[in-house]
């Protein structure tokens, strides 16, 4: 298994390194972001097109129609957030930090791809720690980075005949909350594996490879890791780490 390296953060003294370093990664971050609302605007016509479908075949609901609206919403309005945190990356706009538990954001990210699993016909299979801690996290910023590897998994299936599979686990130790997925797709070739997370780093003609180098940033911003484990012919796991909430007297723990 490979672990990426991390970054160091710069100290307070050398805030204005650490402002140029940020400037400097503006061509990543926009190419990244780019991609992700991209991959927002895919998610509302895939809402709309299964939306159409059910009507024309009478399988849709009032109530389900009001479910539909809601998510088609819901995701127009991350694009948006999107946006601004694109706009406002140079301003070293601070995250936004609240108490999460990760299995409610594989949930919710399960959500935006399930018109990719059922197009490439990918079994999926959960396997949710019960009573899994809780990360102080940005929650749209690591939906970000669940929704990006899942669908990387699921276009890597799409390279294999059959038995197309894909896993998500999530775990905890005494200082980690981890997430971990694993495709049994065509796996990545061991002279390449570092440099997936590298910027603008693609193997696909799509590009859709490119938004890892920005799943990369958004973990190490939150203090976390990402681990890779790929064997070419024989599927990929990828996953990534975040410190636990660590509780304390204060109101906000």
């Known amino acids: 298994m ?3 390296p ?3 953060t710069p100290s307070t003294p050398e805030i204005d390194l650490e402002h140029a370093q940020r400037m400097s990664a503006l061509g990543e971050l926009a190419a990244g972001l780019a991609h992700e609302i991209q991959q927002r605007l895919t998610i509302i016509a895939n809402y709309a097109n299964g939306g159409v479908r059910r009507l024309e075949n009478g399988r849709l609901s009032t109530e389900q129609l009001r479910e539909l609206l809601h998510e088609i919403s819901s995701t127009a309005l991350q694009a948006n957030e999107i946006a601004s945190r694109a706009r406002n990356y140079s301003k070293k706009e601070a995250l936004e930090l609240t108490a999460l538990n990760l299995n409610d954001v594989v949930t919710d990210s399960l959500n935006y791809v399930e018109e990719q699993l059922d197009n490439h ?3 999926l299979e959960l396997e949710l720690h019960p009573q899994l801690s809780e990360v102080f996290a940005d929650r749209t910023q690591i939906s970000q980075v669940v929704v990006n590897m899942l669908l990387n998994a699921v276009e890597a299936t799409a390279g294999i005949e059959s038995d197309r599979k894909l896993s998500i686990q999530t ?14 797709g065509c796996g990545i070739p061991a002279d390449i594996q570092l440099l997936i997370f590298e910027p603008f780093f693609t193997t696909k003609g799509s590009g859709l490879g490119i938004g890892l180098g920005l799943c990369r940033s958004i973990v ?10 790929s064997e070419e012919g024989k599927g990929t796991r990828i996953g990534f780490s975040l410190p636990l909430l660590v509780c304390s007297d204060s109101p906000h723990g």
Request: no cysteine; hydrophobic share 35%; glycine share 4%.
């Open 220 to 229: 190490e911003r939150h203090q976390g890791q990402i681990s890779l484990d």
């Open 6 to 8: 991390q970054q160091l």
């Open 121 to 123: 016909q990918v079994d």
């Open 2 to 4: 490979i672990t990426i």
């Open 171 to 184: 775990t905890h130790d005494d200082n980690f909350v981890n997430v971990v997925i694993e495709d049994s």
